[in-house]
């Protein structure tokens, strides 16, 4: 910490709680109390049941759960691959070749992601693509909008990098995609999954986009605590969150584990 006085420290950490606890910390334990409520009294829920966990851990809520998870891990994968393709690509064709890549990959986020999922959705409407109505159309738009995320941290990456490991294996004989496999990508490993886990986490909460591409048979979890929320049903909404929000959170924690070993390689 740059503050280096006592009062000064005491200063801004009251400064963050003062600011975090009701901005980020409350709201998310109102949800987890709602989850277990069975009604709402003045200003915060009240009662106790499980009943809500057990509806959205079952059935439809299950389904819905698995439909995200295979959603955000295809649509991180894809943008991973990309991503990286295109920052290693703009790193070798040069400053205006890495601008234009930039701007390229940073249009679907630039504008709001309903308006990429109208783009994806009239471009894919109709053959020789014809993707509406599947589920590769979901997973599609999710790979869109977390594409650029995977790029700049890769590409920030990549600029990173010391050119004397690659240069050592090149002196010594190793072919261009031999140095790619065996010395970039592992020097890249941190920030791979690092990128990974951010996509995947995008994906997990993207709604916008999703509303108006999902088929009936591939319902992410968000769609579902959107249109339970809508109805009323207040409580299995949050406890639907909750579960959505402890999946994000479980496979995170197990990114951030894989990132962490490969940083000691």
Same mark, same amino acid.
């Given at each position: 910490?740059?503050?280096? &006085?006592?009062? $000064?420290?005491?200063?801004?950490?009251?400064?963050?709680?003062? +600011?975090?606890?009701?901005?980020?910390?409350?709201?998310?334990?109102?949800?987890?109390?709602?989850?277990? !409520?069975?009604? *709402?009294?003045?200003?915060?829920?009240?009662?106790?049941?499980?009943?809500?966990?057990?509806? =959205?851990?079952?059935?439809?809520? /299950?389904?819905?759960?698995?439909?995200?998870?295979?959603? !955000?891990?295809?649509?991180? #994968?894809?943008? /991973?691959?990309? %991503?990286? *393709?295109?920052? +290693?690509?703009?790193?070798?064709? %040069?400053?205006?070749?890495?601008?234009?890549?930039? !701007?390229?990959?940073? /249009?679907?986020?630039?504008?709001?992601?309903?308006?990429? %999922?109208?783009?994806?959705? #009239?471009?894919?409407?109709?053959?020789?693509? +014809?993707?509406?109505?599947?589920?590769?159309?979901?997973?599609? =738009?999710? =790979?869109?909008? #977390?594409? =650029?995320?995977?790029?700049?941290?890769?590409? @920030?990456?990549?600029?990173?990098?010391?050119? @004397?490991?690659?240069?050592?294996?090149?002196?010594?004989?190793?072919?261009?995609?031999?140095?790619?496999?065996?010395?970039?990508?592992?020097?890249?490993?941190?920030?791979?999954?690092?990128?990974?886990?951010?996509?995947?986490?995008?994906?997990?909460?993207?709604? &916008? @986009?999703?509303?108006?591409?999902?088929?009936?048979? *591939?319902?992410?979890?968000?769609?579902?605590?959107?249109?339970?929320?809508?109805?009323?049903?207040?409580?299995?909404?949050?406890? +639907? @969150?909750? #579960?959505?929000?402890?999946?994000?959170?479980?496979?995170?924690?197990?990114?951030?584990?894989?990132?962490?070993?490969? $940083?000691?390689?």
């Amino acid at each position: 910490m740059l503050v280096h &006085s006592r009062k $000064s420290r005491r200063a801004v950490w009251a400064v963050f709680f003062a +600011l975090f606890l009701p901005l980020f910390a409350l709201p998310l334990l109102v949800v987890l109390a709602a989850s277990f !409520a069975t009604n *709402w009294s003045s200003a915060l829920p009240s009662g106790f049941t499980t009943g809500h966990y057990t509806a =959205a851990t079952r059935g439809e809520s /299950l389904q819905a759960l698995t439909t995200s998870l295979v959603t !955000a891990l295809t649509a991180s #994968v894809l943008a /991973l691959v990309v %991503g990286t *393709w295109a920052a +290693l690509a703009g790193h070798a064709l %040069g400053k205006r070749g890495k601008r234009l890549l930039d !701007a390229l990959f940073m /249009l679907p986020v630039a504008v709001p992601s309903v308006v990429t %999922g109208l783009a994806i959705l #009239v471009a894919f409407s109709r053959p020789p693509v +014809l993707l509406n109505g599947t589920r590769w159309i979901v997973i599609l =738009a999710h =790979a869109v909008l #977390v594409t =650029a995320f995977a790029h700049q941290s890769v590409s @920030a990456a990549v600029v990173r990098l010391d050119p @004397a490991y690659e240069q050592a294996a090149a002196s010594l004989g190793a072919r261009p995609l031999y140095v790619l496999w065996r010395v970039r990508l592992p020097l890249l490993l941190p920030s791979l999954t690092a990128a990974a886990g951010l996509c995947f986490a995008l994906s997990m909460g993207e709604l &916008s @986009a999703t509303v108006m591409l999902y088929p009936p048979d *591939w319902t992410p979890l968000p769609v579902q605590i959107y249109a339970a929320t809508d109805r009323g049903a207040l409580f299995t909404g949050s406890a +639907l @969150a909750v #579960v959505l929000m402890t999946a994000t959170v479980l496979v995170l924690f197990a990114v951030s584990r894989m990132r962490t070993r490969a $940083s000691y390689r």
